[in-house]
């Protein structure tokens, strides 16, 4: 008796937008992975509008474009229409939310519940603040609905069952990966048009949100500058010139601004050239589910300078300098301890090779693609 097919709807609003984030590209690579994986079943990719098409349709995969940028509508509206449209085997919601009402067996990518904990911070974009009141209002309402949780740590499954203990049998961690496009640059086009020199800056991958911990990490810029001979540049991404001008001005520290360089944004395909002309990563953030930047560092020879706290030290290991985030001066001691020990710097490194060869993308999919045939399992049993 032949198998039959299951439909799958993933989905993946964000993938098409310019600009892409974490959770964005896990989304990808996940798809990617299951592109290879998985040849029989029908999957429906729902995506956002965007003008970055960077997943194609195969045989069995097929690409529905969802037209509205308003995340509410897009996600309360439209992906139920779709559900309603294909009828499938279950639904795959990527990003830590989903549809409040659908009549299908729905996965549910859970990253973290860091909106759920605590205040946001004053250095909150109205964007973030949105954000966080949407995703307090949906999440507790489809936790008990949802047929699997999968999450990305030990730390986040621990942090998730506490809050939320009846979710405790349906909460399962499936490890991000590195995509191969990550590997040391030699000569990079890219950085020499900007004229920065191999390990003349350090990298810090943050932004205002303030779990990324900026204003501790300037300040123990500003102390690295007063202690070092070498005095590397800090290269900065995802923030405007306007807030961080006003942000040194409140800290006290414009002294700084000169060894301060911006970047808007760094596309993809460029990320493995930045890290790799960099000294070293500044990874110092309050609070991380899983941390993407630790390994693609890792995978470019660049040692990173890391928080102690969260999920960073079950990713990372040994292979990283550990910091406490809070502490200024311990992150800047970090700093000058790694410019003084090519040895230290040298022992990271390898570490970091090994620690970095224990994750991949395909080993997300296929721990991904193992919970959808359990639930079907599952569900193949209660009927």
């Known amino acids: 008796m032949e198998k039959v097919k299951k439909v799958f709807i993933i989905e993946a609003q964000r993938i098409f937008r310019r600009e892409k984030h974490g959770m964005d590209f896990v989304a990808l690579e996940l798809i990617r992975q299951l592109q290879k994986l998985d040849l029989y079943n029908q999957y429906i990719i729902a995506v956002g509008p965007g003008d970055d098409v960077c997943l194609r349709e195969t045989k069995n995969f097929k690409i529905e474009v969802l037209d509205s940028s308003n995340y509410l509508i897009w996600e309360q509206l439209l992906l ?11 639904l795959h919601c990527t990003s830590n939310t989903a549809p409040l009402s659908v009549n299908c067996p729905v996965v549910l990518t859970l990253h973290d519940v860091i909106f759920m904990e605590g205040k946001l911070g004053n250095g909150a974009s109205l964007y973030q ?66 004229g920065l020199e191999r390990n003349s800056y350090w990298l810090f991958l943050g932004n205002t949100d303030p779990k990324k911990n900026l204003d501790n990490t300037l300040l123990a810029f500003a102390q690295y500058l007063n202690k070092s001979q070498s005095k590397r540049n800090l290269l900065l991404v995802d923030i405007s010139k306007t807030t961080l001008v006003s942000l040194l001005d409140k800290l006290n520290i414009k002294c700084i601004e000169p060894y301060l360089i911006i970047k808007s944004y760094i596309s993809h395909d460029q990320l493995p050239d930045w890290y790799s002309y960099a000294f070293g990563s500044l990874y110092t953030s309050l609070r991380e589910s899983f941390g993407l930047p630790l390994l693609e560092s890792m995978a470019c020879d660049t040692v990173v300078i890391g928080s102690n706290t969260s999920a960073i030290p079950e990713i990372a290991g ?50 991904t693609l193992s919970i959808y045939n359990e639930l079907l399992k599952s569900n193949s049993k209660s009927h």
């Open 318 to 367: 040994e292979s990283i300098v550990y910091v406490d985030p809070v502490n200024p001066n311990s992150i800047s001691e970090a700093m000058l301890s790694l410019e003084k020990s090519p040895s230290l710097m040298m022992e990271k490194i390898q570490l970091g090779r090994d620690r970095r060869a224990l994750y991949s993308w395909s080993k997300t999919g296929e721990g």
């Open 80 to 90: 139920p229409n779709l559900v309603k449209k294909y009828n499938p085997d279950l």
């Open 129 to 194: 603040r949105l954000g966080r009141i949407y995703r307090r209002f949906v999440v507790p309402r489809i936790l008990n609905k949802v047929s699997s949780i999968i999450t990305v740590s030990q730390y986040e499954q621990d942090n998730i069952v506490s809050r939320y203990p009846y979710l405790k049998n349906k909460v399962k961690v499936v490890y991000n990966g590195v995509g191969e496009e990550f590997i040391p640059v030699k000569v990079s086009k890219v950085i020499n048009k900007e």
